[in-house]
Every structure is written in structure tokens, then in C-alpha cells.
């Protein structure tokens, strides 16, 4: 069965989405607005009872492919190293610092941010054999469960990061979105949770492991000391990187970009978990959402990307960006016009020779024309034909 998403602008928006909290499944509408309401740093010291309980935040996909009920549609503005070498696809280490609570919490601007990857799919049902990664960090949080549906549980703690690793697949026959994967990333030295927190430097190393297991994603914390990794065997098998090459073009099948094999991404359009409405899914211009307002993104201390260095010790020279909602044309279809607060699209920055998302932080050197960055129109092919994925931009050589 094919479920068509898709908007006026054929850019397969999703104008719906579910949302799973605790044993109760409810149907999330997108046509309420209201002031907005955050949670503020002090106010999120702690929380006794998980939040974001079962909450799903999927891979965005093709019109035709459609969410289970626990699962919402969402924004990825990723961020893409480009390199031709061998292998840059299969080991790759991503060096960055870990953003800060400020006068606005990290959360308040979305649920999630994450490091990906396009995988083989073990799966005899999976569409085209292919599944996708989603290192998921979550802000002011330490993660409680993973679940086995894709979801994450997470107990509000300030200025924490903890983290699930979802793999994403597609039924060839049903078009369904469902979860090949989840765990929770642990800490090798106490078990638990691995938790880091703002302004800590933090490695995220995506290699080959043993023979006849998935890929590996070791993640060390280089402030602390510690570390955990996590290995992608499915249920079927081992999940293994796609393509070997990181060059554009070798994009997951049944995505919404032409892009590279693997990139960064801040989820946006999706409320935080600790605000009203909690994690739920939004558009431009809604005011109880502040995704779209860039003094939210000011309010605190950006992520910063230092580094991707690949296997063989070479580092990203060439970088792209590429939103799957196009960007600006997104907020202009929302809000009637471009620009103001909560009708603004974030941007990649460089500063300080590190890459930031969300907006002009201090010490701003280029923002490779704001959001002009992001193609607003699909003009790049793929399986499901032409002009129907967004082609990334090289912004940096």
C-alpha cells in the first residue's frame, strides 16, 4: 500500500505524525499555535519520572514510504564531509564539542541531533537492502531505555547528552518505516548510560569490528575518560556501511537527498520533551516551536564540528549542506514570507575553523549565505526518479 505525503510543494512534507506516550498513542495536529513554553536550565536540573517515554523520531523518507504509529515526520538539515578515498565511507571519525545550556536550554530548538550513516540491510524484506544509522544525541537528557521500535525514554537532566542508535528500514512490500536496530550506548567503565555534558570534547568513530558483525561506533568522551561503543547486529545479521566512497551521490534509496553515505544532522521541527506540547512535530511559524527562531539557537553555546578525519588520516576539505524540506522555500510555504522570529531556517557556520548550526554565533566568519545554503527545489534523481531528491551544495573546498 502506498501513502501519499505528499504537500503542495511535492516536497513530500508530512502534515501528520504519532506520537507514543507511555501506553497511550495520540494523534499529534499541527494546527494549534501558542506561546512558546521551555523548560529553563534551573528548571531542568532534573525530572523523577522518564519524558520522551517510547518517543520515535524516524528517518525522513520518500512520500510513498509511511510511519508506524509511534513514529513522526520531521526536518534534517545535514551537514556532509565530502572525500573520493577508499574507505572514507566505512571509517570515519567525527571530532566535535558538545553544545551548552545557556539562557535557553540545547533542547529547547529540537529533540535530537545525530551522526549517520547509509547501511546494508540483512533483511530479506528491507527496500533495496539498504537501512539507514542515527547516532541520536539527545540534549539535557539521560537516555533510561531504547526501545526496540526505534524509540528512546529519558529522564531530564541539564546540560546532558546520552544516546540511542536507531537503524531505519523499509518494507519492500508494505512501505512501512520500522526500526532494524536499537541500543543504548553504555558506558564501558560503569555500564550504565554513557552521559556527557555540554562543553566536552567527544569523538564519534564509525570502523569496521570483528568479522561477521556490523559496523562500530565507539564514542569517547575525551574530557572524561570514558567511552562505549556500539555494534550493529541486527536480528538478521550484521549491518555494514553502504558505499565505500563518501562522495555525493552515493545516497540511501529511498531518502530524500542526494548526498553523501554519511553526515550530521540537527532534528528540527520537533518540540522539546520537556515543553508543552512535548515532542511534538511543527512547522515554520508555529510559535510554540523554536526550531524556527534563530534567537532560540543564540540563547546557547553552539555545537561545534572541529574535525571529520577518515581511515586513512586524511580530514574533510570539501564539505555540503542539503535540507530534505528545502530549506527557506519550507518557511515561505508556512509562514507566507521569509524571515522574522519563528520564520527562519538555521544554517551552518564556520567559526573559529569549526563548523556551528543554527545561526551568526560570535565569532562568525561565513555563513555561506545563511539559508540560501539549503536547494529549495528537487532537482536530483534517484530510485523513485528524477527530481525527486534535494541535491546537496558544496559550500566548502
Known amino acids: 500500500m502506498f501513502l501519499d505525503h505528499r504537500g503542495a510543494s511535492g516536497g513530500g512534507r508530512l502534515r501528520w505524525g504519532m506520537v507514543l506516550i507511555g501506553a497511550a498513542t495520540l494523534s499529534v495536529g499541527l494546527g494549534v499555535l501558542g506561546p512558546a513554553r521551555q523548560a529553563s536550565p534551573a528548571a531542568a536540573a532534573s525530572a523523577s519520572t522518564p519524558s520522551g517515554a517510547g518517543s520515535c523520531i524516524g528517518h525522513h523518507p520518500q512520500p510513498a514510504v509511511w510511519y508506524v504509529a509511534s513514529c513522526t515526520g520531521h526536518d534534517e538539515p545535514e551537514l556532509d564531509p565530502v572525500s573520493s578515498a577508499p574507505g572514507s565511507a566505512r571509517n570515519l571519525t567525527w571530532k566535535v564539542v558538545l553544545p551548552s545550556d545557556g539562557s535557553v536550554p540545547v533542547s529547547a530548538v529540537g529533540p535530537t541531533f545525530w ?17 539507514f544509522l542515527e547516532v541520536q544525541f539527545y540534549p539535557d537528557s539521560v537516555v533510561t531505555g531504547c526501545t526496540p521500535t526505534g524509540g528512546f525514554s529519558v529522564t531530564q537532566v541539564a546540560n546532558a547528552f546520552s544516546v540511542c542508535t536507531p537503524v531505519w528500514q523499509v518494507g519492500q512490500k508494505s512501505f512501512a518505516e520500522t526500526a532494524a536496530f536499537n541500543a543504548m550506548l553504555t558506558d564501558s567503565k560503569t555500564g550504565g548510560a554513557l552521559v556527557m555534558h555540554g562543553g566536552d570534547t567527544v569523538t564519534v568513530h564509525f570502523h569496521p569490528g570483528a568479522a561477521g558483525h556490523g559496523w562500530n561506533i565507539t564514542i569517547t568522551d575525551q574530557s572524561t575518560g570514558h567511552a562505549g561503543t556500539v555494534v550493529l547486529d541486527s536480528k538478521y545479521g550484521p549491518l555494514l556501511p553502504l558505499f565505500s566512497r563518501q562522495r555525493i551521490g552515493n545516497s540511501l534509496g529511498w531518502g530524500l537527498v542526494h548526498d553523501t553515505p554519511n553526515a550530521f544532522v540537527w532534528e528540527i521541527g520537533h518540540t522539546s520533551p520537556y515543553t508543552h506540547p512535548a515532542s511534538e512535530y511543527c512547522v515554520p511559524g508555529q510559535t510554540f516551536c523554536d526550531s524556527y527562531d534563530i534567537a532560540h539557537w543564540l540563547g546557547f553555546t553552539p555545537l561545534r564540528i572541529e574535525s571529520v578525519t577518515f581511515g586513512g588520516g586524511t580530514t574533510a576539505q570539501t564539505w555540503a549542506t542539503v535540507s530534505d524540506l ?10 507566507g514570507s521569509y524571515g522574522g522570529p519563528y520564520c527562519e531556517y538555521p544554517w551552518y557556520a564556520l567559526n573559529g575553523g569549526t563548523f556551528t548550526y543554527g545561526g551568526d554565533y560570535p565569532g562568525t566568519t561565513r555563513d555561506f549565505g545563511q539559508a540560501s545554503q539549503f536547494a529549495t527545489t528537487m ?19
Do not use: M, W
Request: charged residues 15%; glycine residues 18%; negative net charge.
Open 115 to 131: 551522526f549517520g550513516g547509509a547501511v546494508s540491510d540483512p533483511n530479506p524484506h528491507a527496500l533495496f537492502g539498504q537501512a
Open 326 to 335: 528545502g530549506g527557506a522555500a519550507e518557511v515561505e510555504q508556512d509562514c
Open 379 to 397: 532537482k536530483c534523481g534517484g530510485p523513485f526518479g528524477a527530481d525527486s531528491t534535494y541535491c546537496a551544495k558544496i559550500i566548502l573546498r
